[in-house]
């Protein structure tokens, strides 16, 4: 017991420590987080509440079909507890993180008698690259995770809870999860075989687990109700577009993020036995899976723009007092630059419309390449506010410009 009670302590330790280290230069606070971040503030602002969520990537014959409004509302708590701060929602997320890979490892340990699957499967969980990223930041995708780990310990202990409510409770996160994000469709059929295959799924449990879809689906649900089913006539548009289909750029890795710990159980019960055969094999595989780690760790990707930039520009915006202002990101993708917006918003200053370059006395650009070069074919934004009078140049951190 006390054997358990200390690996157990090792692993929230380990969780939280290569989490938080450094956690604010380590978060990827961009575009897509701002937009939503924006749509959270939206909905408090308003009081109006949303049947719908972020809008796929995918846009055809004007159309694009919506995920669910659950990323909204998970977040929602954390940023009015936090004052709108973007590290408030990572804090939550890492904990929300936490206390799902907890739960399922108490889970596992209570339906397995191998409790070294327990130990392994919270060690993969815990010290992978992409496991640790992706509980810092924000993006709707993300959020599959926490589900994804919470159904493999319901699915483990699958044996021992056989009540309705247990079942309701799985179709819940089914439902959920889907709402973050379609992809998460992989986890839900590879739960599905499990329990068909595995644990003789019946009837009753069936229909348990699609009542409880229907509840964790609802707002969507309620949605194509009310606007003639688009999304999913969207989505027949998108799947039938066989020239969309053939354009597209491969398989996205991150449609694989609900699996991840589905695979991390598997691989641990297959190293466990492997241990039964020979540990000279195991502790092979276990030490080839850290380099495998530590080799993640060194390559992983920083971000674009690292959060304390966009503090900084926000308080040079502040100290220069614009009265009628927009900006534009030309360091990444987002030339309506979400995420600063975002955190000017939430601080008194709102840029003008995202769409309104034309009118503004004042345009903020901040880019690492020269002024010169981004007015030689200047994109849209900057076109429209066209021509200039003055120019102020911020030098800042990362060898970035703010103009």
């Known amino acids: 017991m006390k054997n358990n009670i200390l690996i157990l302590a090792l692993i929230v330790f380990l969780f939280l420590f290569l989490r938080f280290v450094n956690l604010s230069e380590a978060i ?4 897509d987080a701002g937009r939503d971040f924006l749509a959270v503030w939206n909905i408090v602002e308003t009081q109006h509440p949303t049947l719908i969520g972020p809008p796929s990537q995918y846009t055809i014959e004007g159309r694009e079909f919506f995920f669910g409004p659950a990323s909204y509302y998970v977040i929602l708590p954390a940023l009015l507890i936090g004052n709108w701060e973007p590290l408030v929602v990572s804090y939550f997320l890492i904990l929300l993180n936490l206390v799902a890979l907890l739960v399922s490892l108490l889970l596992i340990n209570n339906a397995m ?16 690259p992409e496991m640790i990223t992706y509980a810092q930041s924000y993006w709707n995708p993300y ?7 919470l159904l493999v310990g319901l699915l483990v202990g699958a044996k021992k809870f056989r009540s309705g409510m247990f079942f309701i409770t799985i179709g819940a996160l089914f439902g959920l999860g889907l709402q973050f994000h379609y992809s998460f ?9 499990w329990l068909i295959v595995i644990r003789r799924l019946s009837l009753h449990a069936a229909i348990s687990i699609t009542g409880g879809f229907v509840v964790g689906f609802l707002p969507v649900l309620l949605f194509e109700l009310r606007n003639n089913f688009y999304n999913l006539n969207t989505l027949i548009l998108v799947i039938t577009d066989m020239k969309a289909i053939q354009n597209s750029n491969g398989f996205p890795t991150y449609y694989l993020i609900s699996l ?19 540990n000279i094999l195991f502790f092979f595989c276990l030490s080839l899976f850290v380099l495998l780690v530590a080799y993640g760790w060194m390559n992983f990707p920083s971000p674009q723009i690292r959060y304390p930039l966009l503090k900084q520009m926000v308080s040079i915006i502040q100290k220069d007092k614009p009265a009628n202002f927009n900006i534009v990101d030309q360091a990444t993708r987002d030339n309506r630059a979400s995420a600063l917006r975002y955190l000017l918003t939430v601080k008194g200053l709102e840029a003008k419309g995202a769409t309104d370059y034309a009118s503004p006395t004042t345009l903020y650009i901040y880019s690492k390449r020269p ?10 934004e900057i076109k429209s506010f066209l021509p200039f009078k003055d120019v102020k140049v911020w030098e800042l951190e990362d060898n970035f410009f703010l103009y």
Do not use: D, H, Y
Request: overall charge positive; proline content about 5%; charged content about 10%.
């Open 143 to 149: 959020l599959m995770l926490p589900i994804s780990t």
């Open 28 to 31: 990827n606070f961009g575009s």
């Open 113 to 128: 008698k191998q409790k070294l699957v327990v130990v392994l499967f919270g060690l993969f969980c815990t010290i992978t």
């Open 185 to 193: 469709i992989f986890a839900i059929i590879v739960s599905l075989v």
């Open 260 to 278: 991840l710990p589905f695979i991390f159980f598997l691989f641990a019960c297959l190293l466990v036995q492997v241990r039964t055969r020979s």
């Open 371 to 380: 002024l010169t070069e981004l007015l030689k074919n200047p994109v849209w």
